[in-house]
C-alpha cells in the first residue's frame, strides 16, 4: 500500500516522491480544506458562550452530553471499561451545567513539537494539517454538545514543552513558535472563544534553571523504547543516554502533573489524552485516529478511492511506499 504525504514545505527527500497525480492531488487538498470550512463554519457560527441565557439543568441534558465525549467518533475506550470514571465526569458535568457555563476540557497533546516521519527533518515544529484535523475534532464535538447544551465545551489544548526542554533539550523558542502558531490557526477558524493553548512554559510557575536531580538511567530498555526516546530527542543516542533521559522524563512529566492538577482541579476540568488510561478519557485527534499524534504527521491512505486519514511515522515509512503531494494551507490564505 502507498500512503501520501503532505510535507508542509517541499522537503529534498521528497522530490523524487511527488506524486504525479493531479486527481489525487485535488481530492486530498478538497478533503482538507472540507474539513477546514466545516470547522470554521462550526466555530463562527456558534454564540459566545458568556451570552447565551442559563437554563435549568436536566439529567438527560447530563446523559447526552457524556453519551457524545464517549461516542467512538471521538473516544477510543469502551464504555464498560471507564468505571468510576463516568460517575466523576457526571459529576462534574452537573457542576457546570448547573451554572450554565461551558465545560472545560483539558487535552494532553504534546510537548510544542512532532516528530518527522522524514529523516532529513527529524522534528517539526510548525503545526500543519496535523493540527488542523485535531481543530476539525474540537469543531465536531464542540458542534454535538451545543446541541444539547448550548454552552458547549472550552477545551484547553495542553502543550508540557517545558518537559521536552527539561528531558530532551528541546529549545523553549521553538516549541513557543509551535505554539503561537497553534494560536493562529485558532484564530483563522475562529475558535479563539472556544479553544484554547495552555503552555507549560507560559505558566508563572515555570523556570528555566534545570530542576531535575541526577538520577539512576532506567533499567535497559526495549529497542523500541529506546527508538521513541531518539524519535523524541531528533537524533540517535547511546543506549545509556536513552536511559537516562528516559528517567528523566518519568521524573518530568510527574513534576509536570504536580503543576498541571491544580489547575485542572480549580476549574473542575475534565482531563482527556490520546491514549487508553484509566484514569482519564481518551480523545481522538483526527478522525478514526487512538494514538499519540505527536509520533508522525498525517497522511493518506485511500480506501474505496476515499481518502482516509492516517498516522505516518518512521516505522511506517519503513514499510511501505510514500508519496508526497503539494497541497495549500487553508488557515493560511484565510487569515
Same mark, same amino acid.
Given at each position: 500500500?502507498?500512503?501520501?504525504?503532505?510535507?508542509?514545505?517541499?522537503?529534498?527527500?521528497?522530490?523524487?516522491?511527488?506524486?504525479?497525480?493531479?486527481?489525487?492531488?485535488?481530492?486530498?487538498?478538497?478533503?482538507?480544506?472540507?474539513?477546514?470550512?466545516?470547522?470554521?463554519? =462550526?466555530?463562527?457560527?456558534?454564540?459566545?458562550?458568556?451570552?447565551?441565557?442559563?437554563?435549568?439543568?436536566?439529567?438527560?441534558?447530563?446523559?447526552? =452530553?457524556?453519551?457524545?465525549?464517549?461516542?467512538?467518533?471521538?473516544?477510543?475506550?469502551?464504555?464498560?471499561?471507564?468505571?468510576?470514571?463516568?460517575?466523576?465526569?457526571?459529576?462534574?458535568?452537573?457542576?457546570?451545567?448547573?451554572?450554565?457555563?461551558?465545560?472545560?476540557?483539558?487535552?494532553?497533546?504534546?510537548?510544542?513539537?512532532?516528530?518527522?516521519?522524514?529523516?532529513?527533518?527529524?522534528?517539526?515544529?510548525?503545526?500543519?494539517?496535523?493540527?488542523?484535523?485535531?481543530?476539525?475534532?474540537?469543531?465536531?464535538? +464542540?458542534?454535538?454538545?451545543?446541541?444539547?447544551?448550548?454552552?458547549?465545551?472550552?477545551?484547553?489544548?495542553?502543550?508540557?514543552?517545558?518537559?521536552?526542554?527539561?528531558?530532551?533539550?528541546?529549545?523553549?523558542?521553538?516549541?513557543?513558535?509551535?505554539?503561537?502558531?497553534?494560536?493562529?490557526?485558532?484564530?483563522?477558524?475562529?475558535?479563539?472563544?472556544?479553544?484554547?493553548?495552555?503552555?507549560?512554559?507560559?505558566?508563572?510557575?515555570?523556570?528555566?534553571?534545570?530542576?531535575?536531580?541526577? =538520577?539512576?538511567?532506567?533499567?535497559?530498555?526495549?529497542?523500541?523504547?529506546?527508538?521513541?526516546?531518539?524519535?523524541?530527542?531528533?537524533?540517535?543516542?547511546?543506549?545509556?543516554?536513552?536511559?537516562?533521559?528516559?528517567?528523566?522524563?518519568?521524573?518530568?512529566?510527574?513534576?509536570?502533573?504536580?503543576?498541571?492538577?491544580?489547575?485542572?482541579?480549580?476549574?473542575?476540568?475534565?482531563?482527556?489524552?490520546?491514549?487508553?488510561?484509566?484514569?482519564?478519557?481518551?480523545?481522538?485527534?483526527?478522525?478514526?485516529?487512538?494514538?499519540?499524534?505527536?509520533?508522525?504527521?498525517?497522511?493518506?491512505?485511500?480506501?474505496?478511492?476515499?481518502? +482516509?486519514?492516517?498516522?505516518?511515522?518512521?516505522?511506517?515509512?519503513?514499510?511501505?511506499?510514500?508519496?508526497?503531494?503539494?497541497?495549500?494551507?487553508?488557515?493560511?490564505?484565510?487569515?
Amino acid at each position: 500500500m502507498a500512503f501520501i504525504y503532505l510535507p508542509r514545505l517541499p522537503q529534498p527527500q521528497c522530490q523524487a516522491s511527488w506524486l504525479d497525480d493531479a486527481h489525487t492531488t485535488t481530492q486530498i487538498n478538497d478533503w482538507l480544506r472540507g474539513r477546514y470550512e466545516h470547522a470554521k463554519t =462550526v466555530f463562527n457560527g456558534l454564540p459566545s458562550p458568556n451570552k447565551i441565557a442559563r437554563d435549568a439543568t436536566t439529567t438527560e441534558q447530563i446523559d447526552a =452530553v457524556l453519551n457524545t465525549l464517549t461516542q467512538r467518533r471521538f473516544n477510543h475506550q469502551s464504555r464498560s471499561r471507564l468505571g468510576s470514571l463516568m460517575g466523576l465526569y457526571r459529576q462534574k458535568l452537573a457542576g457546570h451545567m448547573a451554572h450554565g457555563v461551558p465545560i472545560p476540557c483539558f487535552f494532553l497533546y504534546n510537548g510544542g513539537y512532532r516528530a518527522s516521519p522524514l529523516a532529513q527533518q527529524p522534528l517539526i515544529f510548525e503545526p500543519d494539517q496535523t493540527e488542523l484535523l485535531l481543530l476539525y475534532q474540537i469543531a465536531c464535538l +464542540t458542534e454535538d454538545i451545543c446541541k444539547t447544551y448550548p454552552p458547549g465545551v472550552h477545551f484547553f489544548i495542553v502543550i508540557n514543552n517545558g518537559v521536552a526542554f527539561w528531558v530532551n533539550d528541546i529549545a523553549l523558542t521553538s516549541t513557543q513558535a509551535y505554539a503561537q502558531g497553534l494560536n493562529e490557526m485558532i484564530e483563522a477558524m475562529g475558535a479563539h472563544e472556544r479553544v484554547s493553548v495552555v503552555l507549560q512554559s507560559a505558566l508563572p510557575t515555570f523556570h528555566t534553571r534545570p530542576f531535575l536531580p541526577t =538520577v539512576a538511567p532506567s533499567p535497559a530498555l526495549s529497542d523500541k523504547d529506546h527508538r521513541l526516546v531518539e524519535r523524541f530527542l531528533g537524533r540517535p543516542c547511546s543506549a545509556l543516554e536513552a536511559r537516562q533521559r528516559h528517567a528523566l522524563y518519568a521524573i518530568a512529566e510527574a513534576h509536570w502533573a504536580q503543576v498541571l492538577e491544580p489547575l485542572v482541579r480549580v476549574q473542575g476540568g475534565l482531563l482527556f489524552r490520546q491514549v487508553a488510561s484509566p484514569q482519564m478519557l481518551s480523545f481522538r485527534p483526527y478522525p478514526g485516529g487512538a494514538t499519540r499524534i505527536q509520533n508522525g504527521s498525517i497522511g493518506f491512505s485511500f480506501q474505496d478511492k476515499q481518502p +482516509t486519514p492516517q498516522l505516518i511515522t518512521t516505522k511506517t515509512a519503513g514499510h511501505h511506499a510514500i508519496r508526497c503531494v503539494p497541497w495549500t494551507a487553508p488557515w493560511v490564505s484565510s487569515v
